[in-house]
């Protein structure tokens, strides 16, 4: 059978790396960028295709794939005159791999609906290394036919794809888990600044709390960089912030109040607005060394 036409928009890291898996799946693929052309240039070289505008890319596709960072920049490449739903036709698909609100998640879907489309939401897990060998978690929710039409191209990009039911809930669930990761890895950071305080040597912390219940992949990224200076989970602070924010956003429309989010999200907004966005997760046990101490009134 021949392989569906894909319009990809959005070139950051992960981007131009499911990009590259999808073309050396044998994948025609027309990519819309930003302002870095990086990612179109390796893409173009590839024998793929550039659209002028996310209107142009739509009418050319069968599936739009969106990968962009917040759900304002969704919106952007989805509405007004040069958007995805103006060039839209019925019977295509569209996917947003990035972590954005459901609230904004259901409107464009129903919107995509009234013209015949269907729109999944489809947040990612793991790396672009992992996106560039076929290797993603992906957290697939969307119409059950629309899932059904995309799913071989999703398990070439994805080792473990995940269908989680109705529109939104792939965000939701996306934006619970980065809440939970985010909080894991605060609380570690904090750890290892106060064991430092306290004289405790890092490892002898790590070696009885790793022992117990309390163990799991973050502590130990959190770890490999307190330790051995090694920076395995490649993910901002800046994205952090922003994600912990989502979800209190989250909270908040669903008419709830999250109290356990409030250390993180202030810690990292802390960090953020302070000019330390950039620096990975991991490092922020060297700035919880730095601001562990009482602020002086």
């Not at 990809?8 to 999808?22: N, P, Q, S, W």
């Not at 051995?228 to 800046?238: K, M, N, R, T």
């Amino acid at each position: 059978m021949t392989k569906p036409t894909i319009g990809f928009i959005g070139l950051g890291l992960m981007g131009r790396a499911m990009v590259e898996c999808l073309q050396r799946a044998g994948y025609d693929v027309t990519v819309l960028g930003n302002r870095d052309r990086t990612g179109i240039a390796e893409a173009l070289s590839r024998g793929g295709h550039e659209a002028g505008t996310a209107r142009d890319l739509a009418a050319s596709c069968d599936i739009v794939m969106i990968c962009v960072g917040t759900s304002a920049q969704v919106e952007a490449r989805i509405y007004g005159d040069d958007g995805v739903l103006a060039g839209i036709r019925p019977g295509q698909v569209v996917i947003d791999f990035g972590t954005s609100l459901p609230a904004s998640t259901l409107k464009i879907c129903d919107d995509l609906k009234a013209r015949g489309a269907a729109y999944l939401d489809a947040p990612l897990g793991r790396t672009p290394a992992h996106a560039r060998e076929g290797r993603l978690n992906i957290m697939c929710a969307g119409d059950d036919a629309a899932y059904a039409q995309v799913r071989p191209v999703l398990d070439v990009i994805g080792e473990n794809v995940f269908h989680l039911g109705k529109s939104g809930n792939g965000h939701t669930i996306k934006l619970i888990n980065n809440f939970y990761g985010m909080t894991l890895a605060m609380a570690m950071a904090e750890a290892f600044a106060l064991a430092d305080a306290a004289g405790v040597e890092r490892q002898a912390l790590y070696g009885v709390m790793s022992a117990g219940p309390l163990h799991s992949g973050m502590m130990d990224f959190i770890r490999n960089y307190a330790v051995d200076g090694q920076i395995d989970l490649a993910f901002s602070v800046a994205n952090g912030a922003k994600d912990i924010g989502y979800y209190r956003q989250m909270s908040g429309d669903l008419g709830l109040f999250s109290r356990m989010s409030g250390a993180a999200d202030a810690t990292l907004r802390e960090a953020s607005n302070g000019g330390d966005g950039e620096i990975m997760i991991p490092q922020m046990v060297d700035w919880m060394v730095r601001h562990l101490e009482y602020e002086q009134s």
